[in-house]
């Protein structure tokens, strides 16, 4: 099973790299698959962002990971 995790661009670096905060991470990902602006969300798999997210998205899908991280004790 392959999983995306969200994750809001805060930099967009030349290259079309771009720098986004997982929430407790900050990491560069490859934004060629995507039209995103620094705000938006976008899920993250394998170092590519794969899909754009709404804001309400990302930010519910980011609790949900928290949550079942906090329930495995991680």
Do not use: W
């Not at 999983?3 to 905060?21: C, F, S, W």
């Not at 705000?39 to 990302?58: K, T, W």
Request: charged share 30%; proline share 1%.
């Amino acid at each position: 099973m392959c999983i995306a995790v969200p994750a809001e661009v805060i930099e967009i670096k030349d290259g079309n790299i771009g720098l986004v905060d997982f929430g407790d991470l900050q990491h560069e990902v490859r934004l060629d698959l995507v039209d995103v602006k620094v705000g938006e969300f976008v899920l993250v798999h394998v170092g590519f962002a794969i899909q754009r997210l709404s804001r309400e998205e990302g930010l519910e899908t980011r609790e949900l990971f928290r949550q079942c991280y906090e329930a495995m004790g991680a």
